[in-house]
C-alpha cells in the first residue's frame, strides 16, 4: 500500500526556516501532483502549496507565497515544502497528500482531489 511519510518538522522562532519532506514508498508518485495542507486544532484542514507531476505548474496559500518553496524530487519520490520567515500562525501540523489523478493539468486546492496522506509533521513556531 502507497504510503507517504513526512518528516523534518519542529520548534522554530519566528523567523526561522524550516524544510519538510514528504517521502513515498510502495509506489511512484512521479505522474500525480503534490501538495501540503496543515491543520490546527479546531479548524478545517487547509491547502499550503502544490505542485504538479511535471514540477512546472506550482500553487500557493495567499498567507505563504512569497516565504514557501515547494519542489519535488521524482528520481527520489520526495516533495519538499521549504518554510521561510516562519511566523507564529504558521504552527500547525502539516500533511502531505497525493493527487488521485494521473496529470491533472492544473494543481487542486481541494483536500477531495487527494486520496493518498502522510501522518503529519508537527510545526510549532514561537513568538
Known amino acids: 500500500q502507497a504510503q507517504l511519510v513526512e518528516s523534518g518538522g519542529g520548534l522554530v522562532q519566528a523567523g526561522d526556516s524550516l524544510r519538510l519532506s514528504c517521502a513515498a514508498s510502495a509506489r511512484s508518485f512521479s505522474d500525480n501532483a503534490m501538495g501540503w495542507f496543515r491543520q490546527t486544532p479546531g479548524k478545517e484542514r487547509e491547502f499550503v502549496a502544490g505542485?504538479?507531476?511535471?514540477?512546472?505548474?506550482?500553487r500557493y496559500a495567499d498567507s505563504v507565497k512569497g516565504r514557501f518553496g515547494i519542489s519535488r524530487d521524482n528520481a527520489k519520490n520526495t516533495v519538499y515544502l521549504q518554510m521561510n520567515s516562519l511566523k507564529p500562525e504558521d504552527t500547525a501540523v502539516y500533511y502531505c497528500?497525493?493527487?488521485?489523478?494521473?496529470?491533472?493539468?492544473?494543481?487542486?486546492?481541494?483536500?477531495?482531489?487527494?486520496?493518498?496522506w502522510g501522518q503529519g509533521t508537527q510545526v510549532t513556531v514561537s513568538s
Open positions: 497528500a497525493a493527487d488521485g489523478v494521473r496529470w491533472r493539468s492544473v494543481v487542486s486546492g481541494t483536500i477531495d482531489d487527494y486520496d493518498y
Open positions: 505542485i504538479d507531476w511535471s514540477g512546472f505548474r506550482i
